[in-house]
């Protein structure tokens, strides 16, 4: 075994590309969408190193193109959910003995396999199976997982490095130990890379994984197991597998071996586990880590001397991208009176000029939401609008689920602060926007902090040094992630660390060493060169 201490390579972003006619990488990502549209994909589970097939099929469909089929899935049961547990508990010594630089160098070569010759096919995947359009697949399936991995490996030897003060005749030593037992992994829909942290970011530091991801995610979550394996991974440290949550929590919250979530979806499901977990605390041979980022009702608040056009166009990108399908989505928004009517107009001439349709026609900005029962939870909170009184239909309001999920993007204007679209997190293309008086500035910011119980993204935007003082003290615990004079989506790993708190999550911080943090046990080592000879203290003898 070599004894050098090495050093990883220097954790840059990767780069966005631009997509533009006539790029290679444009010729590229359309030649992967129609080799994938092309055939009818057997997506197997991952269990212990093998392909897992079931009897039971689920097709999978694009959101925007219902009547297309890319393939079919193998759904698991109870069985599978144990046969999981068990390879990841058979994998844990051997992964955990590896020396680091080795796991380390699995997940270097796998942002490079994601950045290289998997780039155009992850895109497609993401694209096809979440209707992303390509600059926001870019985004989140290429570069924010590379970078994912490749700052969690600086981090991990950050982490690493961190020991403590040795005095004479003694070496300390601090050893960050994976936890005892199995992680879950509970992932969500919305960001390929948030799926291949959440179970990528634990197994770096040596733990095992039993990994269930959202079920209209399958399609590229398959794609990310390809590039694990083909990058090294060893079988058993990540299970992947497709079951419903109930079965997989029956099983994994009672057993003895439990030792984390690393989750991101809603707060009403979050809170359940937790309180499942706090029941059968118990039956556990250690209190399990409980990392989560959930729901959010992300604000966007202007002051009088803000700039009506930079906050325009942050709403109409911070609320419509991905159609507000982001944990970091503007949904409501404070804007003063005297800038509304400038607002207003920029903001609709945005989205007169947002196109609508499937991603595969890279002119459109806006895609389909993820499926049915989000269309229709969605849909149904537009329809009460239109009925209201005391709401204004700013923009959009038409939908239609013939051909795929379209939502036009919506903006209502309330009357009410407390109107059930200010509060209530709806995750989709619709904004709802209060207008105050410009003399009210300050008690609307106490509005902001008061209104639903959520602390997850933030922004505002102010020319005035003093107004953005008082703001962001009283807007202090309101955001996770706060923004000044920008929109409240497009967090960068390694530049803006992820996470809210209150009902948002344990603010964990995802692309953050504080997140690497929660999935090891330290253990103090003191090593006494020369021990005692004598019981005795020197206060013990005689004058």
Known sequence: MSNAIFKVPVAVNEPVLSYAPNSPERKNVKEALKDLKSK?????????????????????????????????????????????????????????DMPWQDRAAIFLKAADLLAGPYRAKMNAATMLGQSKNIYQSEIDAVCEMADFFRFNVQYM??????????????????????????????????????AG???????????????????????????????????GLPPGVINLIYVDGPTAGEIIFNHPDFAGIHFTGSTGVFQRIWKTIGENISKYKTYPRLVGETGGKDFV????????????????RGAFEFQGQKCSAASRAYIPASLWDQ?????????????????????????????????????????????????????????????????????????????????????????????????????????????????????????DRYALKVGMDKLRNAAGNFY????????????????????????????????????????TVKENFVPPMDYRYPFLLEE
């Not at 490095?161 to 994976?178: D, F, T």
């Not at 608040?301 to 109409?316: G, N, R, Y």
């Open 40 to 96: 009818q994909v057997d997506i197997p589970m991952f269990i212990g190193g093998k392909k897992v097939f079931t009897d039971h099929k689920k097709e999978i469909h694009p959101p925007h193109e219902l009547n297309h089929t890319l393939g079919r899935y193998s759904q698991g049961d109870a069985s599978h959910v144990k046969l999981a547990i068990d390879a990841a508990l058979k994998a844990k010594r051997q992964w955990e």
């Open 157 to 194: 030897t950050e982490m690493y490095a961190q020991q403590p003060e040795s005095v004479k005749g003694i070496w300390n030593k601090l050893e960050y130990r994976p936890l005892e037992g199995f992680i879950f992994a509970l992932t969500p829909f919305n960001f390929t890379s948030i």
């Open 197 to 231: 942290n959440l179970c990528g970011a634990p197994a770096m530091l040596g733990n095992t994984v039993v990994w269930k991801p959202a079920e209209t995610q399958i399609y590229s979550a398959a794609v990310i197991m390809e590039i694990y394996e083909e990058a």
């Open 301 to 316: 608040i202007a002051h009088p001397s803000a700039d009506a056009k930079e906050v325009a166009v942050a709403l109409s």
């Open 343 to 463: 607002v207003s107009a920029y903001l609709k001439s945005d989205l007169a000029d947002f196109k609508m349709g499937s991603p595969e026609d890279f002119r459109n900005f806006i895609n389909a939401v993820i499926d049915e029962k989000a269309f229709d939870k969605i849909t149904s909170f537009i329809a009460s609008a239109k009925n209201d009184p005391n709401v204004e239909m700013v923009a959009g309001g038409a939908y239609d689920k013939s051909k795929g999920f379209f939502i036009e993007p919506t903006v209502l204007r309330v009357t009410s602060p407390q109107y059930v679209t200010m509060c209530e997190e709806l995750f989709g293309p619709v904004l709802t926007i209060f207008v105050y008086e410009d003399s009210q500035y300050e008690e609307t910011l106490d509005l902001v902090d008061q209104t639903g119980p959520y602390a997850l993204t933030g922004a505002i935007f102010s020319k």
């Open 484 to 523: 000044i004079n920008d929109k409240p989506t497009g967090a960068v790993v390694g530049q803006q660390p992820f996470g809210g708190g209150r009902a948002s999550g344990t603010n964990d911080k995802a692309g953050s060493i504080l997140n690497l943090f929660r999935w090891v046990s330290a253990r």
